[in-house]
């Protein structure tokens, strides 16, 4: 598969290219943010960024260049590498579009198995089934989400992940942690609170009111559930 990395660092980035091509990776260094949003056309499973601590020039901070990515409707996974370890600047890549955080240094080989992880569970494995409940209607492919009222948005494949599972148990408690393991798995890690902060994209996408839900409701100390839309009643003649 193919692997982007957008990554100043000479070194490590050649310590990431050796080890991905060993294990039968081509890896697609790109050397600039205009670079990057041509080379998103072609079939790159996933874009690891470097960040704050690599990125030089605003213009090319790993967290400028995943909400571009997004916001060009990038559907691959996205794996920012920084040498801030704070949970705060943690929580701002999830924030921008980010799939998973790495904190450098660390070791080579997790880095790669998280990539080689992401690059399992983006968007591009769904097998283009569509799911629907009350108005909504999910394309796992695609990674849009169609509203009642027709109008379309655009889901990361996180975001995709979390809220298929919420749809086909819809009206279902569905318990965090389970929540945690179908989108995330093992490699859930110290992330905090990112979970919270998916739900909340997702709620700024589809919620006329994110702060008072009507869909995607908190069950404070279990999880979440997906009120599905009831039908109007139906008028009866006299």
Same mark, same amino acid.
């Given at each position: 598969m193919d692997i982007g990395l957008v990554l100043p660092d000479e070194i490590v980035a050649e310590v990431l290219r050796v080890l991905l091509e060993r294990r039968g990776h081509r890896v697609? #260094? %790109? %050397?600039?943010?205009p670079a990057l949003l041509r080379a998103v056309s072609d079939d790159l499973r996933v874009i690891l960024l470097g960040a704050k601590g690599f990125a030089k020039g605003a213009d090319a901070d790993g967290l400028v260049l995943c909400e571009r990515l997004r916001a060009e409707e990038y559907r691959g996974g996205i794996?920012?590498?920084? #040498?801030?370890?704070?949970?705060e600047y943690r929580l701002?890549?999830? /924030?921008?579009?980010?799939?998973? %955080?790495?904190v450098? !240094?660390?070791?080579p080989a997790?880095?790669?198995? $998280?990539? /080689?992880?992401l690059a399992r569970r983006a968007v591009f494995e769904y097998p283009g089934l569509v799911v629907r409940v009350g108005g909504f209607v999910l394309d796992? +492919?695609?990674?849009?989400?169609? +509203? !009642?009222n027709q109008d379309i948005v655009t889901l990361s494949p996180t975001e995709t992940r979390v809220l298929e599972c919420l749809l086909r148990n819809a009206d279902i408690i569905v318990p965090s942690d389970r929540l945690i393991e179908r989108v995330w798995g093992y490699d859930y890690g110290s992330g905090g609170n #990112? +979970?919270? %902060?998916?739900?909340? $994209?997702? #709620?700024l996408k589809i /919620?006329?009111?994110?702060d008072h839900p009507q869909y995607l409701r908190t069950v404070r100390g279990v999880g979440y559930v997906f009120r599905a839309p009831q039908p109007a009643p139906a008028s009866v003649r006299r």
């Amino acid at each position: 598969m193919d692997i982007g990395l957008v990554l100043p660092d000479e070194i490590v980035a050649e310590v990431l290219r050796v080890l991905l091509e060993r294990r039968g990776h081509r890896v697609i #260094r %790109v %050397v600039s943010p205009p670079a990057l949003l041509r080379a998103v056309s072609d079939d790159l499973r996933v874009i690891l960024l470097g960040a704050k601590g690599f990125a030089k020039g605003a213009d090319a901070d790993g967290l400028v260049l995943c909400e571009r990515l997004r916001a060009e409707e990038y559907r691959g996974g996205i794996l920012v590498l920084t #040498r801030d370890a704070t949970v705060e600047y943690r929580l701002a890549c999830f /924030e921008k579009g980010a799939d998973d %955080v790495f904190v450098w !240094p660390g070791e080579p080989a997790e880095l790669v198995a $998280r990539l /080689e992880a992401l690059a399992r569970r983006a968007v591009f494995e769904y097998p283009g089934l569509v799911v629907r409940v009350g108005g909504f209607v999910l394309d796992t +492919l695609a990674g849009t989400l169609t +509203l !009642p009222n027709q109008d379309i948005v655009t889901l990361s494949p996180t975001e995709t992940r979390v809220l298929e599972c919420l749809l086909r148990n819809a009206d279902i408690i569905v318990p965090s942690d389970r929540l945690i393991e179908r989108v995330w798995g093992y490699d859930y890690g110290s992330g905090g609170n #990112r +979970l919270e %902060v998916v739900i909340r $994209r997702i #709620r700024l996408k589809i /919620e006329s009111n994110p702060d008072h839900p009507q869909y995607l409701r908190t069950v404070r100390g279990v999880g979440y559930v997906f009120r599905a839309p009831q039908p109007a009643p139906a008028s009866v003649r006299r």
